[in-house]
């Protein structure tokens, strides 16, 4: 297990927010059957599964490539008011900023905060609190977020505490009211090599982004992939997903691609990886 992938120049790296918790397969995935995995838990546990619950982590990476600092997805943060999540909710002393310092990065060097889309547990270190006011965490950075994926929150309750769990209020209007925000569409390219990705489903404007770098590819998913049992049956979609029949389409689609191009799939919930090269089996896939 390894927290650094290399794609061609860059680097990427693995910033664990929460290192593992533990969900009903078939509370996050209402279609699943576990019967469908029974020949393959000889790689799927004790990692990936336990019993009939799912394994997931919480985690940012963080692409390093042409002289740029990008983290994509910030996770669920810290102090930040989660009352119907509670391992989510208040947190405080975690070892997430430690970790980056670790790389040898200060909050101040990053250069772009990516936001695949605007989940409370993809938002929450955009902000931390300082003197009772949410102050964003990453002072000289841009943070890019999906045209539609802003749309769609700022129409759907942005300061509700019902809403996402309050996340919009505490992790993203902080950060478009310091003017730090950019909206991204379609398939822009951010530099040589490195081009958004539209993944709409999961939830309405998610993005994802394809890194193609000296001859090596990855994609970098969001929530697209949630887990490696959806590799094994892309029918599944999460009980979060927005579209559930739009996110399978999403899903096949790229891990399609990701197959024939032998590139990475870097998702943000796999634990302990980085990322996994696919192989199609079937109509499905499997790691290789
Ligand atoms: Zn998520």
Not at 105 to 126: M, Q
Not at 143 to 160: S, T
Not at 173 to 200: F, H, K, M, N, Y
Request: glycine fraction near 8%; proline fraction near 7%; include cysteine.
């Amino acid at each position: 297990m390894s927290n650094t992938l290399m794609i061609g120049d860059a680097r990427l790296d693995r910033v664990v927010d929460l290192e593992g918790f533990p969900i009903a397969l078939t509370t996050l995935f209402p279609t699943a059957d576990a019967a469908a995995l029974a020949g393959h838990l000889d790689w799927l546990e004790p990692n990936f599964m336990r019993g009939e619950d799912v394994i997931l982590s919480i985690h940012s990476t963080v692409l390093r490539v042409a002289g740029r600092v990008i983290l994509v997805d910030s996770c669920v943060g810290e102090h930040k008011p989660r009352p119907r999540h509670p391992l989510w909710h208040e947190r405080a002393g975690t070892a997430y900023l430690s970790q980056l310092a670790a790389l040898g990065l200060a909050p101040e060097d990053v250069d772009i905060v990516f936001c695949t889309h605007l989940h409370a547990d993809h938002v929450g270190w955009n902000t931390k609190l300082r003197d009772g006011r949410w102050v964003p965490t990453f002072p000289k950075a841009r943070y890019l977020i999906g045209r539609a994926e802003l749309a769609h929150w700022l129409a759907n309750g942005p300061d509700d505490p019902m809403v996402n769990h309050g996340a919009f209020k505490d992790s993203v209007l902080p950060v478009i009211e310091s003017r730090q925000v950019d909206e991204v569409d379609g398939e822009a390219e951010l530099l040589e090599g490195l081009t958004v990705r539209p993944l709409p489903g999961h939830s309405p404007g998610q993005v994802g982004l394809s890194l193609h770098r000296c001859g090596e590819r990855s994609l970098l998913c969001g929530d697209a992939v949630h887990h490696p049992v959806q590799l094994l049956k892309p029918e599944w979609s999460s009980r979060f997903c927005h579209d559930p029949t739009q996110a399978e389409a999403t899903r096949r689609a790229l891990l399609a691609d990701v197959a024939d191009q032998q590139a990475w799939l870097i998702p943000a919930h796999f634990r302990r990886v980085v990322g996994m090269q696919i192989q199609r089996v079937g109509d499905g896939f499997l790691p290789k």
